[in-house]
């Protein structure tokens, strides 16, 4: 009877604990999201080449008007480090993906959440859909996106 309620209460546990950030697919609404309560939302996104072979820096901009010539935008931004081949990566520490938000000159390195390369392109101007869900939280910042964006390719 004792291991009955054991089991009762543990499996209890684990259902409050919720699914992890990175099992459900990232949502197809255009990504936005909260950033310590103010409400952010992606208005252009950009690729490059990273130092690694393989691997696409994407940063993701409130600004609608960032371009491959301009190069950045302002912050608060989103910032991800992913293999360039189609598929999702959980984040974590021991993914393959790295995620940042910049804000208020900070960087938060985010360990909750995933990303979808929707498709990867290697040609200059193409643009590609990319999902992302990040999340940071900690006892003083509340940090979170979700959804899609057009990513345009620019090395």
């Known amino acids: 009877m004792r291991m009955i309620a054991i089991g009762i209460v543990l499996a209890a546990a684990l259902a ?4 992890d950030p990175a099992d459900d697919p990232v949502a ?12 952010w939302t992606a208005g252009s996104a950009i690729a490059r080449s990273s130092s690694e ?29 992913v293999p360039w ?4 990566v959980p984040l974590g520490l021991q ?7 910049y804000f208020d ?3 938060y390195l985010v360990l909750e959440g995933r990303v979808e390369v929707l498709g990867a392109p290697t040609e200059v101007g ?3 859909p ?8 900690d006892s003083d910042d509340d940090l979170h996106v979700e959804g899609e964006v057009q990513v345009q390719i620019c090395e």
């Open 95 to 101: 993914s393959d993906a790295t995620v940042f938000f």
């Open 53 to 81: 072979a393989g691997e696409r820096s994407v940063h993701m901009y409130p600004d609608t008007d960032v371009t491959c010539e301009r190069g950045f935008g302002d912050e608060p931004y989103v910032a991800a480090l």
């Open 126 to 128: 193409a643009t590609v």
């Open 16 to 19: 409050a604990c919720g699914s």
């Open 28 to 39: 197809t609404t255009p990504l936005a999201g909260d950033i310590n309560g103010m409400p």
């Open 85 to 88: 081949a189609e598929g999702a």
């Open 105 to 107: 000159a900070t960087a």
């Open 130 to 137: 990319f999902r992302i869900r990040a999340i940071f939280e």
